[in-house]
């Protein structure tokens, strides 16, 4: 990743800050004349598709601080010698800038949705949801002293979307995808993402994007004020043109340049002498929006195709493993028919909120960030208490083809 990027102008610094089972750290770069800081986040786990758990929240809080630290240091140098009147350094020569970013790769999920399954605890929950508010409005509090910049790729869901949006700016490439999937399961964010969607975008943007877990493309995130720029990525390695024992490589250099080109292009994004965000326009019209929500949050279509796929699974045999694996993903396509759907306790629980706070403007949002990020992440922890949060989580972690359709009655 850093080579293209040094090549560049780019020159990193030995790591501020290592996580102890390797999910987050802090890296100091100097580019364009200007130094700051990579913050960087990976789930270790190569089974977890860089979900969001909760050691990986403890690694990012403690990055933040060996950040938060050194920023604080760096001012109180400068004052101690304007105090002093002896020399001091310009302005431009103190960090001005973060890149919040991840590793390159096809998926990234949310937080670790094994954590919310069965009866799960609650406590730990709301802990995981709160250090995740803490962050959020850590990291604001910085926006008036650095350029924070957040990069996106791949297809990403939930907390892999609420993360970056910690940053005031951005950049993904051309294939990347994000979807807001809680609702789906009977949740909705809990690390700030409706607050955040309210920030960068519109307030009906916000809900469509919260209450309808829909995946945004790259160019409506660019229209809806996600990100303010593009970079265009390639077609990747093609798994069935390429002989078996070659695409681990291949895979491994397409990554490679993708993730130093978006490196690139949020570096120049941070050292930009002036930033300009267009307003962002709004993705579809609230009578479409509010159609599709009152579909999709109907049980009774998704109750018949329930009932038809355990009558099917009931006529199996007991150690047809192959028919049932077919049956599974029979359900998963005609679900996706359907449209997935959507707890009506979870989309209410998104509509009340933006509601709520959407007549505020993003300098009283700011000013009232915690407090409203607080009230989020309750919201999430009156709906994991929920039987809708039991069906929808069970829908995606179990093998009963019949249970992997959520019915939200």
């Known amino acids: 990743m850093h080579a293209s990027a040094l090549s560049a102008g780019a020159e990193f610094g030995p790591a501020l800050y290592t996580g102890p089972q390797g999910y987050a750290s802090l890296t ?74 991840g590793d390159y790769d096809p998926v ?35 926006w008036p002293r650095l350029r924070t910049v957040g990069v996106y790729c791949g297809e990403r869901f939930g907390g892999s979307v609420e993360w970056p949006m910690f940053a005031q700016w951005a950049v993904c490439d051309s294939r990347t995808r994000i979807q807001y999937s809680e609702v789906q399961l009977g949740i909705v964010p809990g690390w700030d993402g409706i607050l955040n969607s309210l920030l960068h975008s519109t307030p009906l943007n916000a809900e469509y994007m919260c209450a309808t877990g829909n995946p945004l493309t790259a160019q409506q995130m660019f229209s809806a004020g996600f990100v303010q720029g593009i970079v265009d990525a390639p077609a990747p390695p093609d798994r069935a043109a390429i002989p078996p024992e070659e695409y681990p490589q291949a895979w491994k250099h397409y990554a490679a340049q993708r993730q130093a080109e978006l490196l690139l292009a949020a570096l120049t994004l941070a050292c930009s002498a002036e930033l300009h965000r267009p307003q962002a ?18 049980y009774e279509a998704y109750a018949a195709l329930r009932d038809q796929i355990a009558a099917e699974a009931a006529a199996l045999a007991p150690a047809d493993a192959e028919g049932l694996k077919a049956l599974n993903r029979k359900a998963a396509a005609e679900v996706a028919k359907l449209g997935k759907p959507l707890a009506p306790l979870a989309v209410s629980g998104v509509q009340d909120f933006i509601e709520r706070w959407r007549g505020l403007d993003n300098e009283e949002l700011l000013s009232r960030f915690h407090e409203i990020g607080t009230e989020e992440a309750a919201l999430i922890d009156r709906l994991m208490q929920t039987e809708h949060r039991r069906v929808g989580v069970n829908a995606v972690l179990s093998k009963n083809p019949a249970e992997r359709v959520a019915v939200f009655d």
């Open 281 to 298: 326009q709004d993705l579809v019209s609230p009578e479409a929006m509010h159609e599709e929500i009152r579909r999709r949050s109907r």
């Open 108 to 142: 990234h999920a949310g937080a670790d949705i094994t954590e919310f399954a069965g009866d799960p605890d609650y406590s730990a929950i709301h802990q995981h949801m709160l250090r995740g508010v803490d962050i959020d409005t850590r990291i604001k509090k910085l």
């Open 28 to 101: 100091p770069v100097s580019f364009s004349g200007r130094s700051g800081f990579l913050l960087h986040y990976r789930n270790p786990d190569p089974r977890k598709l860089h979900a969001v758990d909760s050691q990986g929240m403890r690694e990012l809080s403690e990055a933040l601080a060996a950040l938060e630290s050194t920023v604080a240091a760096g001012d109180a140098l400068v004052a101690s010698a304007v105090a002093s009147g002896e020399p001091h350094p310009e302005a431009d020569e103190l960090a001005s800038f973060c890149v919040i970013h």
